[in-house]
């Protein structure tokens, strides 16, 4: 057996893990930049918890909470130079996806000049501030990601800045910030974690370490499918879906994610659409696509999932996420040309051609 794994995240788990943790933040440095969300940290519990810890240790902190949904370049910028004004030394991220890939590109941006038009093209120095990641949704799994996703206003899509550099350095997994978390965030979140393991399974990189970690991943989002529905997740079933999302983040760190997401972006961005979400309605197409071409993936992860078919795939994501948005053909038309030269597609275990994927819109959208 061949393979290579990277996971140099050093993962913290536990109800109160970062009060009963806190030391660990001391090796950071002396000075931290939080990097969150303008409302729900301050809300949950988890930015009181993380102050508190930087306060007993004796260290300082500065706060940047502008981070929005889906971040901009500008935000990283921004939240860059907040970084250097303030002289920190380290950056700790609270929130979902938004705010841990911006803490990662304003991790990089306050060290390193780079100008806008060369941001997303790699060979980043090694010197980057040390990153601490609290996630506060159960989804991307960005706290043991490589990869910084921002909203691109010149390319018109999403956009991913990956590095070594920028794994962070420790990620603290508590459920009970996520139990406020709104029915609607908490479905398409969990469905972005199911995606990244079901992509991974599909991916050209995909092994048996990932393998393992994705269908576990699998399982244990399927196994809170009826409480998501009913929104009566307990705190048991909140951590199920954070350790799976973490899997997921795992599974993604090393076989990239394929046509779903590649298929998602200019869903998100020119249609405002969740990035979970828009990932789960394309999901169930570019399924039956791979089972086509692949029936045994396709089954392990029904299996998985205790499904049967893809029609009782296609049946649990439709209850979850309700009736798809309308597209345009032109937007279909468009969004194919815009996909088809992601590199997300290159990881494709079963890769559709271009003129493929105009009918997984379709399928996708009822048109
Ligand atoms: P998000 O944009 O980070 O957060 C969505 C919403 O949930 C925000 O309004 C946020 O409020 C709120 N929220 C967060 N935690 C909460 C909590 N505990 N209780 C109540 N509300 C809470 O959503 P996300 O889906 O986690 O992240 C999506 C982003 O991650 C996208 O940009 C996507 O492209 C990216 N992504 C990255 C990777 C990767 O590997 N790096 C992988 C997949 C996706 P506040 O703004 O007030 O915090
Ligand atoms: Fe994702």
Redesign the pocket.
Known sequence: MKFQFLAPTKIIMGTDCIRENAVVLADMGKKALIV??????K??GSLTDVTAALTGNGQEYAVYDK?????TIPCAYDGAALAKEQGVDFVIAI???????AAKAIAILARQDIPEEKLFSGGYSPDVLPIACIP??A????EV?Q???LSNDKAQT?SGLGSPFIFPRYAFLDAK??M???RT?TI??AI?ALS?SVEGMLSARAGALTDTLALDSIRGIAACFDAMQRDSLSLEQRESLLYASMLG?MV?ANTGTTAVHAMGYSL?YFKNI???RANGLLLPSFLRYVEDRIPERIASILTAMGLDSMDGFKAALDALLGEPESLTSEEVDRFSAMAAQTKNMDNCLARPDPKDLPALYRESFGI
């Open positions: 969150t969300g303008a409302r729900s940290a809300a949950n981070v929005m949904s889906n971040p929130g979902g996806g938004s705010p841990m890939d506060t949704t989804g991307t799994g960005s990601t990869y910084s996703i999403k910030y996520m406020g978390l709104p965030t398409n979140t972005d990244h983040g993604i998100t969740d990035h979970g």
